[in-house]
């Protein structure tokens, strides 16, 4: 193998698969990136087998081959290389050569046939969508997603593909998220539980833009295609929970309120809660007005907002972080919270948006 590219395009090529790079493996190879020339590019891969970035960049191929190289040290080297031509050679007994300006080092790589490879067939379950909108559906829900091993199906997003629409949902038990966007083109239908670790490391990895991004179901995997980049994640196995049956269709009370007003209150309200488990803020809702209060031995917040009652007045309570952690994906000035009593829970949505997004969150029962 023989190739010379650009530093800057190898270095963000290298940053990129990183992410998906294993830590303290029994297989040593796990550790490493997969370099492949060929035609005229350099592919990269690395994977810790739950999780798989691969990474295409334009090279000058001078003599096609495959090696792999220890990850960690060849990401730090190469990010130094980013002002730099670089040529990357493999020599006898397995070893790199780097080569930039009139300098020339050499590392350690394993033998490629020792690498995992990834079936990137696409069968008849795929959509395409504008990358903004599938980075804007993963963000507005993963944050939900639970973090307790006790029930692993919940430490993903269930993604339900069903005619020209993708659903987005994660609940930990305590709270949920369900976004609902169009897709672009489609065939078939879909249904697929994903790692909330994966989800998070391609919605970093795309762009906020309308380039395309294709989505597709692989047998126990889901892979992902955007701008010659792949991320291949391995599904959680089991049934997701019929979330639809406790999302509540009718409501008692209902508050509309001004987002950022409302956000400044929490804020300041969950100041005084940081000991206790459950971020404890109670609302009282009565003539068009709402108090947030919330206690704690380092005293006492009384927030007054004004509100658009329409109902029953209501006393609850909840824990204020689940409020705090979704307003920032509300996208409207103001947003409406419905109620049935101090028990049920309570569903989220923007006023003013015709964006369909959702949240569900349960209660605090009083003392």
């Excluded at 810790?48 to 960049?57: A, F, G, P, Y």
């Excluded at 495959?66 to 190469?78: D, L, Q, Y």
């Excluded at 990137?120 to 909108?133: C, E, L, R």
């Amino acid at each position: 193998m023989k190739i010379i590219c650009d530093g800057l395009d190898l270095s963000d090529a290298v940053l990129k698969v990183s992410k998906a790079l294993g830590v303290k493996k029994t297989n040593p190879v796990l550790e490493g990136i997969y370099l492949k020339a060929k035609g005229d590019t350099l592919t990269l891969v690395a994977t810790d087998t739950e999780l798989t970035i691969e990474k295409t960049v334009r090279a000058e191929v001078l003599m096609e081959g495959e090696t792999v190289v220890t990850g960690k040290f060849f990401a730090e080297f190469v990010k130094k290389l980013e002002n730099e031509q670089v040529e990357l050679s493999l020599a006898e007994e397995n070893q790199l050569k780097i080569k930039y300006s009139d300098s020339e080092s050499e590392m350690q790589c394993f033998s490629a046939e020792e690498f995992p490879r990834a079936d990137k067939k696409i069968n008849d379950n795929f959509f395409v969508m504008k990358q903004s909108d599938f980075k804007r559906l993963t963000n507005m829900t993963v944050f939900a997603c639970s973090q307790d091993d006790s029930r692993p199906i919940l430490k993903g997003v269930s993604l339900d593909l069903e005619g020209n629409t993708v659903t987005a949902v994660a609940t930990d038990g305590y709270r949920l998220a369900r976004c609902v966007k169009n897709v672009e083109s489609s065939d078939g239908n879909m249904t697929a539980v994903v790692p909330a670790r994966s989800l998070n490391e391609i919605a970093r990895l795309i762009e906020d833009d309308e380039q395309p991004v294709t989505v597709a179901l692989q047998k126990n995997y889901l892979a992902v295609d955007f701008q010659h980049t792949c991320v291949t994640s391995r599904l959680l196995e089991g049934s997701y929970i019929n979330y639809r049956q406790i999302i509540p269709q009718r409501f008692e009370t209902r508050a509309t309120l001004a987002k950022d007003a409302f956000s400044a209150s929490l804020e300041r309200a969950i100041l005084l809660t940081r000991t206790d488990r459950n971020n404890l803020v109670k609302f009282d809702m009565h003539e068009n007005m709402m108090d947030i209060t919330s206690d704690s031995e380092a005293g006492r917040v009384d927030e007054h907002l004004d509100i658009k009652l329409e109902g029953k007045d209501l006393t609850i309570a909840f824990n204020a972080r689940y409020f705090t952690e979704l307003i920032k994906y509300i996208g409207s000035d103001c947003m409406t919270i419905s109620f049935n009593d101090a028990i049920q829970p309570c569903i989220v949505t923007p006023a003013d948006s015709t964006e369909d997004l959702l949240y569900l969150i349960l209660p605090v029962r009083m003392a």
